[in-house]
DNA sequence: AGAATCGGTCGAAGCGCTTCGACGATGGGT
DNA sequence: ACCCATCGTCGAAGCGCTTCGACCGATTCT
């Protein structure tokens, strides 16, 4: 492995000269540059990272945590990472890769180590314990999710509470009126991502504002959750025409329980779903829905870091605005 | 942050003395490793990574390259990644995640720069061009998949050919003869990763070496996909009675063709699906079926990497034998 | 014309750690 | 009683890089 010597020695001129050829941070003249590049080509030379993070204290790394939770999501959470890793190349930084299972000891280890320049968290919940220990950090951090709390940690997510807007602004748009919505299991709400609440929270003052009739549901894992949620949605609006679901797992069960009670979408009943494009056009019906934007919140997340690393932009929350997707669930409803 | 040298005046004793007392490199006292210890603690002492290559030219980074493409497998292809990220945190080691599509300068950057002891290379081709790259590496390199020639380069896999077999096996055991293989898309055939091809030739001479009467099919992904496979299928061998399903994709639009056309599972016809747990139990009958145990080959690929940068054990190809697990999908042939 | 400025380059210090050789103090073997 | 090994520790070199101050010659300003 050629050192900074060995270019400097080939293209005859200092190991200083070489450095700022690469950084750019001193004015080195077209020729002696183009020497140095030549040389650096010639030799196969790459600058050893540990001794540049060393000497400037910058690793070009970045943090990213993923909960390795093997529920539903996986293929988001996927998106997410592909994003992060693609837009941290373009800033020519790699990305080190956590779980979130190590918890505050893995963010403390690789922090205090100087391994990375900047944390992206994904899955904060509510009161995560984690909020507390980025603060203690001296690396930036930012959060993909929205604390009750961020503690001035800059934030990233889709604005759950218009996506809801959206969904049912769309049903209404429509002419549909009484309006259910399938939510997540019982444990989403409670386990402590607050997206599940946002998104109940905007879907309840969307309802007032468009002055519809609604219900809302969360809904258990498996074809029995699926059921008992559709039964009582059934019980409490009756006569409901649409459905607003929140709830990627439930999809097939539910669209097996919609057929078998001889309902069909959107004929009998309309549907918009929140879910990734590739879930909403495996279905039956291609489904009308709001996608979750994984990948611009992954790059969104990136660009942050980066600016936080450049002492640019002051941190806070940026909330994506949704988008909707119309595909074949939804019709103005019967008669 | 405090660095060594802190902690060796806080414990009153030389860094080189922090040093061993950290690496075990050199027998210390007790006493002078417990005050050495409490130093530590107390100042919160992490040592710079950085550095710490430097000085060591040992990073304590796996590299890990993941392919991109979402297409169907995502969630074998986290697993993998979880999997593989756990397995390094016991060796004390941290995972650097590089996407397939930065291709050979990928691995050419990481590994030249020393950030890495080592690489893991996931969905690796027929005659991948990375292969040679990673032979001209200092690290060592273990692959996930198995090419035409590993150039002497470790590999991990799932032994296909031994899949296949166990679930011609499994169906042979339960009295049928008369089965088809509905494969892949053509497009993973000719993609270049060579399981299915492996899948295909153990399904042959199992189907041989048991007597069977069998048949392949490769089938195009959607609806019309399948439709077409089970058309062509019972054409060519009427009365089959079992099917391989060595496609996780086909699997839903698979259920709604059979439900269709009137045939039930198992009573009609019997099942065998190659894919994960999860996948074999989110269909409306649960499948028997052959695991990728990606969990098993992400940490067998993680210990190969140990070994090697021991010095410890020679290359090799490692191929893993399959499970069957029994659900509720396969039933003796009707009559 | 002399001072101030700028472009382009060099030398050397120093980032925080590991590791090698050395050294005194023990203790066992003979 | 003497030599050698071993244990436990220290000092210093050096890993490969960045960056600061200095320097020199060529402009530019006044």
Redesign the interface.
Known sequence: ?PTISDVARAAGVSMSTVSYVLSGRRPISAETSARVKAAIAEL?Y?????????ASSR?N?LA?VVP?R?DVN??V???F??AV??AA?TYNH??????KD?GTAGL???A????VDALIVMDVERDDVRIPALGRL?QPSVLIGLPDDAAGIACVDLDFAATAHECLAHLAGHGHRRIALVGPSPAVYERGTTYAGRFLDGFTAASDELGLETVAHSCEPGAAGVRAALTEIEDELPGATALVVHNEEAL?PLF?ELRSRGRRVPDDLSIVAVCPR?VAT?M?VHLTSADIPAHDVGTLAVEIAMDLLDGRRTEGVRLLPPTIVERDSCAAPRG
């Open positions: 492995m196969g790459h600058p050893h990272a540990g001794a540049r993070a060393l690793t790394v990213l390795l093997v996986v293929p959470i996927m998106q990472v592909t890793v693609t190349r790699d990305v080190l890769l956590l779980t190590e403390e280890r690789v205090g180590a100087t391994m001296k097939v097996e590739d495996s039956p």
